[in-house]
């Protein structure tokens, strides 16, 4: 990924920040300039608390370039308890099975590294199980 458009996505990708519609009050991830539940003009910021629960999940065994050294990792559909999905890779499972409806939270780690070993690392929203 290009370094601007890493800048540009900074408040998502590290706040898990969206936007929420003024006509309708939809929480929409990620933020839009049309609102898809109203049609709605939707430019309103809003920080979504980072909680919600496990829709969908899958191991994957292979990667795509820069996603290697994580291998096995767990990607999930994380429904976030102000309503939007969103796809995320789950960690700090350690011995935990991963279950539908496991209570998850956001924690910001390292996505990959782009380029060689002097390339950016890219940091981003993960979920983890909730830490009681």
Request: glycine share 10%; proline share 8%; charged share 25%.
């Amino acid at each position: 990924m290009e370094i601007p458009r890493h800048w540009r996505l900074q408040k998502q990708r590290y706040g898990l920040v969206g936007e929420e519609c003024p006509h309708c009050g939809a929480k929409i991830f990620p933020a839009r300039d049309v609102c898809p539940e109203c049609g709605g003009e939707a430019k309103e910021p809003f920080r979504f608390s980072g909680k919600g629960s496990v829709y969908s999940y899958t191991v994957m065994n292979n990667a795509p370039a820069g996603f290697e050294r994580a291998l096995p990792y767990t990607i999930a559909l994380v429904k976030l308890n102000e309503g939007p999905t969103v796809t995320a890779q789950l960690t700090d499972l350690g011995e935990e099975k991963v279950e539908i409806g496991m209570p998850v939270e956001m924690v910001t780690r390292r996505i990959k590294e782009d380029g060689d070993e002097r390339g950016m690392l890219v940091y981003g929203y993960k979920f983890r199980p909730v830490m009681v």
